[in-house]
């Protein structure tokens, strides 16, 4: 593997490779201001320069807010830009490190920013270069990851509505400085780069130099290792396409069909299925439980498994799978529908009443004044039959315990007279002579928002 010699030329070569149009497209530095992505952005602007119509250039630049010298960066950032005609704009950014490290954090916060900010078809390019994947691939075999994580960043990825990038992946940190120093540009030096607490410093600081000094190209061969690996995740990925067909119901997985796979082949469909939702992994204790015992259990148990950012609970022959549940609501709500036909539960769903001229129900029949609440015990529905308990008939709807302590029962004075948009009391039933007909519908929406950024 031959490091190139950066430059506008080699780089406009690379931009064609990864799929950026010859003319027209939009482009968007993340420009940090250090070394390697002011290389890029030079580059960049000279490209622009050369053919105003092959591209337009955009930059955005986020402050962590993590030093005490993130506002002057971000000042320096906007001259830059500035002397080489970008536009560019500054995003704040707050990191929550409760629970993780800091620099889990500020990639999460950093990249939920840039994917926010990014246009519909634009291509997002960073600046991560090959040393930076040598470092990857090493703290991902460090920490035990598997085929996906060994393969590392990848040169393209989809990203919200638009396209990121890492043209630099082939390119070494000397070739950056020489360039940046060849053009007289000037950069801005983070100083937690030197801090040996983070991970990835003390590799680049006091291991990286010992292995390079031995195997001198030693980056270049653990790229050609973390690209292979990405073939391999390719392979797997289709086998786990394949399955997922089989196995799919829904945002579900049917448990007959994923303990017809081989231990290996179950494996590799429950990643894909998490990754699929946007879930983070599980590590490899919960796997072979979620896997395992989890599939194997009786099948009128209910079981589930946590951890940071997700769980997967099993119901009904399914596998259904969250970032997390919110708390299920209590009490009860007042409903004025005359005045509001939407009503939003928080941690449950939304509640709309729609006028329908096929619609089941006769609005001049409905009370103005309505009480939302949810299940107490005890409850019973008025049926042309006679009365029955709530809990007998929840036992015909199918619904999963989570959603059963999430649906709405709607009062009057008191009485129960509708069970979200699945039952409804025969008193307020439209029949050929009403004049005005609707319908109630019940939208779920109990899943927690997704805290951690998906791996890109």
């Known amino acids: 593997m031959v490091v190139p010699v950066f430059g506008p030329a080699w780089l406009q070569r690379q931009l064609t490779d990864l799929g950026v149009p010859a003319r027209g497209a939009q482009l968007c530095i993340a420009f940090s201001g250090g070394l390697d992505s002011s ?15 092959r591209f337009a250039l955009r930059a955005l630049h986020i402050d962590h807010q993590l030093q005490s010298a993130s506002a002057q960066w971000a000042a320096q950032a906007r001259v830059v830009a500035r002397q080489q005609r970008v536009p560019l704009e500054v995003i704040t950014v707050r990191v929550d490190s409760r629970g993780r490290s800091v620099e889990a954090a500020a990639r999460d916060a950093r990249y939920a920013a840039l994917t926010g900010a990014l246009h519909a078809g634009e291509f997002l390019l960073t600046a991560q270069h090959l040393d930076d994947q040598f470092e990857t ?34 390119v ?32 680049r600081l006091q291991v990286l130099p010992s292995l390079l000094q ?45 303990r017809a796979l081989s231990p290996a082949a179950r494996a590799n469909l429950l990643r894909y299925w998490l990754r699929q939702r946007g879930l983070p992994l599980p590590d490899q204790a919960r796997l072979r439980e979620l896997a395992g015992p989890l599939l194997a259990a009786r099948g009128d148990s209910q079981p589930h498994i946590r951890w940071p950012g997700a769980e997967v ?11 997390g549940l919110m708390p299920a609501p209590t009490g009860s709500i007042d409903w004025s529908w005359l ?7 928080p941690g449950a769903g939304i509640l709309r009443l729609r006028e329908d001229p096929h619609g089941t129900l006769d609005l001049s ?61 025969p008193a307020l039933a439209a029949t050929e002579t009403s004049r005005r007909r ?16 998906e791996t890109l």
């Open 39 to 53: 290389a890029l952005l030079h580059a960049l602007a000279q490209l622009r320069s050369a053919k105003p119509a």
């Open 137 to 170: 691939v090493l703290l991902q075999l460090l920490r035990g990851a598997g085929v996906a994580g060994l393969a590392a960043m990848p040169a393209r990825a989809n990203l919200a509505r638009g396209v990121l990038l890492r043209p630099l992946l082939p």
């Open 172 to 203: 070494s940190r000397a070739a950056l400085r020489a360039y940046v120093e060849a053009q007289r540009l000037t950069w801005c030096e983070d100083d937690s780069n030197a801090d040996p607490r983070f991970d990835r410093n003390f590799l």
């Open 214 to 258: 031995r195997w001198p190209a030693a980056a270049q061969t653990v790229a050609r290792s973390a690209s292979l690996m990405a073939e391999a995740q390719e392979l797997l990925t289709v086998t786990a396409e394949r399955d997922w067909r089989t196995a799919v119901d829904g945002a579900a997985l049917r448990v007959s069909a994923l």
């Open 313 to 323: 609970h099993r119901f009904d022959g399914r596998l259904h799978a969250f970032s």
């Open 339 to 345: 005045r509001r036909r939407t009503l939003i539960v």
């Open 365 to 425: 029949r409905l009370p103005r004044r309505l009480q939302l609440g949810f299940r107490g015990g005890g409850e019973r529905l008025a049926g042309a039959r006679g009365h029955h308990t709530l809990k007998e008939w929840l036992r015909t709807q199918r619904l999963a315990p989570w959603e059963r302590t999430r649906l709405p029962l709607i009062h009057a004075d008191g009485r129960l007279i509708a069970v979200a948009d699945r039952w409804y009391s």
């Open 438 to 453: 609707a319908r109630l519908e019940w939208i779920w929406s109990y899943e927690a928002p997704t805290v951690t950024a």
